[in-house]
């Protein structure tokens, strides 16, 4: 069992930045951010393989950055140039696997899940 612990939230401005932080029991191949607004399916927004290999969503690419720091076991978001269209809820999520498909943000590779910590960015 992994357990997932995501911080960092809160409400900025347009244009502002956040850093997501994800604390993990247990560090593994795969580890990805995901996020989920008010009425709309979770999506992936980026992950990160052992290697530090990454692959961002469309919509956050060039504006975010996911990077781990091993010896504290944790992931992290740098969001930047915040849209309120990022308003969500956003998650970390984990998973032993050891393949790294060519969409590595689909939820269903991913079997360890925290509970999330919202972001709230107005215009």
């Known amino acids: 069992q992994v357990q997932l612990v995501e911080s960092g939230g809160g409400s900025v401005q347009a244009g502002g930045s956040l850093r997501l932080a994800c604390a993990a029991s247990e560090y593994t191949y795969r580890m990805a951010w995901f996020r989920q607004a008010p009425g709309k399916e979770r999506e992936g927004v980026a992950a990160i393989r052992r290697d530090g290999f990454t692959r961002y969503a469309d919509s956050v690419k060039g504006r975010s950055t996911i990077s781990k720091d091993n010896a504290k076991k944790t992931l992290y978001l740098q969001m930047n140039s915040l849209k309120p269209e990022d308003t969500a809820l956003y998650y970390c999520?984990?998973?032993?696997?050891?393949?790294?498909?060519?969409?590595?943000?689909?939820?269903?590779?991913?079997?360890?899940w925290g509970r999330g910590t919202q972001v709230t960015v107005s215009s």
């Open positions: 999520a984990a998973d032993w696997g050891t393949v790294w498909p060519r969409n590595p943000l689909q939820e269903s590779l991913y079997n360890y």
